[in-house]
């Protein structure tokens, strides 16, 4: 036969043994077995030093207190917009690249606009350094404005889905529309909010 101990006795002496003088005794005279008795009945919360894990679930790599800064320092929003407009650039020159040797501008001669001459090696490549940069200046513009906005609303609303996307897609192209007139700004922000919600449908979906 086991015998319980009475529910109301034990928090009473749960309650004795948080609010007691730790130089008196209160269960046993014996100043140590009092002190077990005393964690026992009295410690709510007890601090767990050393975690044991099973080494069924694999080896488990406990990340120090450097790895998890970093980690906190590429999820900011500032790292992720940085690093859309480093990103954004690079990809934005190489259009241009592209673009200024598939169809480069070629200058009319003031002299005779009718007839068309041939660019000289410096005007090629000078040509070619300015649509670059403005291909790359416009992409890191977008893909800045894209991320910070994305990952503003995302930790706002707490959730990662597709809205988000949609959601700064719409303030971006709404920003880069209004240079142009409201009218543009509207047409600019439904048309880069159903880009961007294509864009993260097919990315979700496409496995």
Not at 73 to 95: N, T
Request: glycine content about 10%; overall charge positive; some cysteine.
């Amino acid at each position: 036969m086991v015998l319980l101990p009475d529910p109301d006795k034990l928090k009473k002496f749960k309650q004795e043994a948080e609010n007691a003088d730790p130089k008196k005794t209160i269960f046993f005279e014996h100043t140590e077995l009092d002190k077990i008795a005393r964690y026992f009945i009295g410690n709510n919360q007890r601090f767990r030093e050393n975690i044991v894990i099973p080494r069924t679930q694999g080896p488990v790599n406990i990340r120090t207190n450097e790895e998890k800064t970093l980690d906190k320092i590429m999820e900011s929003c500032a790292f992720k917009s940085i690093m859309s407009l480093v990103i954004g650039y690079g990809l934005g020159a190489a259009i241009g690249l592209f673009s200024a040797s598939v169809n480069p501008s070629i200058a009319a001669d003031p002299s005779a606009p009718h007839l068309e001459r041939t660019q000289t090696v410096r005007e090629i490549l000078n040509d070619m350094r300015k649509t670059t940069h403005s291909y790359g200046k416009n992409f890191a513009a977008i893909g800045f404005v894209f991320a910070g906005v994305e990952c503003l609303i995302e930790s706002e609303r707490g959730v990662t889905d597709w809205k988000n996307g949609t959601y700064a897609g719409g303030v971006t192209g709404g920003l880069i529309g209004l240079r142009a007139g409201v009218k543009a700004g509207i047409f600019g922000a439904a048309g880069f909010a159903a880009f961007s919600t294509v864009i993260d449908y097919y990315m979700r979906h496409r496995h």
